[in-house]
């Protein structure tokens, strides 16, 4: 284990955190480790290297088996979020950091034997950072700057964090996440917009509504099999109809797929 980088010792539980308890000490944010752990700060390794400024830098573990990240200053947004989300500025410049993010971890090793939270997908073009929401996302002055969380990243392709991004900064929702939901046909317009910010390829503009779908039901089936196995704050987005909202967003997306899809093209 590392020595803390800093010499503070008063910790701030810091708000969000929906799966894991999170504290603030001085400048670092510090969480729980799992096997994923060595693969992720090696992933945030190389994105450094690389130059990318979009996400904490990881500085080991702490004495007590916590992972250290740097503190990134700003707001993370949680439902219901802060009007400043739902501008197109926003949608925009969300969807070039995360195409900036996912070529920053092109040429990536990981470890020989890296864990992932997630198995691995075929096609393995990027390493997906698989929870991009404005939850895991800093905002300063209103515009987005860095993603967080990065324990359930993994080697994946990129439309498999274009649609769960899309879906959650869009929204593509038919209930809203503690406001309004947006109308269908701005829905359309707003996927398009972030598409075209992405850089998106046409074959996967193509597959995209079937992989928000996919992505949707994933959740649902996430939740209720860690709840199943123990896992109490599993059991609490259970208790609270998480997987219903995920399925019934689901079922939203399939039928307004020719809408949704035709404002991609």
Same mark, same amino acid.
């Given at each position: 284990?590392? @020595? *803390?980088?800093? $010499? ?8 969000? $955190? ?11 944010? /510090? /969480? ?12 945030? $390794? ?13 500085? $080991? ?17 949680? *439902?219901?979020?802060? @009007? ?5 500025? %926003? ?14 971890? %092109? ?11 997630? @198995? =691995? ?12 929401? @404005? ?13 967080? *969380? ?20 869009? =929204?593509? %929702? ?34 995209? %509504? ?56």
């Amino acid at each position: 284990m590392l @020595p *803390d980088p800093t $010499g503070s010792t008063t910790e701030e539980i810091l708000a969000g $955190g929906g799966v894991n308890v999170v504290v603030r000490v001085g400048d670092t944010v /510090r /969480r729980p480790a799992g096997p994923w752990t060595p693969a992720v700060h090696a992933l945030l $390794g190389h994105l450094t290297a690389r130059g990318f400024t979009g996400a904490p830098r990881a500085h $080991g573990l702490d004495g007590q088996g916590r992972e250290i990240l740097d503190f990134v200053p700003g707001t993370a947004a949680c *439902d219901p979020v802060p @009007p400043y989300v739902r501008d197109d500025a %926003t949608l925009r410049a969300v969807a070039g950091l995360l195409r900036a993010y996912h070529d920053a971890t %092109t040429g990536f090793t990981p470890p020989g034997d890296a864990a992932w939270y997630f @198995p =691995p997908r075929q096609p393995a073009e990027v390493v997906c950072h698989a929870d991009i929401a @404005p939850y895991n996302c800093v905002f300063r002055d209103g515009a987005p700057v860095a993603f967080i *969380d990065f324990d359930t990243a993994h080697p994946g392709p990129r439309l498999w964090d274009v649609a769960y991004a899309a879906y959650r900064f869009v =929204p593509l %929702t038919a209930q809203g996440h503690g406001e309004a939901p947006t109308p269908v046909p701005e829905q359309a317009r707003r996927l398009g917009l972030f598409c075209d910010a992405y850089g998106l390829a046409a074959a996967d503009r193509a597959a995209l %509504t079937d992989v928000v779908g996919e992505r949707l039901h994933g959740m649902a089936r996430l939740i209720r099999e860690k709840a199943a196995a123990g896992d109490a704050a599993f059991a609490a987005h259970l208790a609270g109809g998480h997987d219903a909202l995920y399925l019934a967003d689901a079922a939203h997306v399939a039928r307004h797929a020719l809408v949704l899809q035709e404002a991609v093209r």
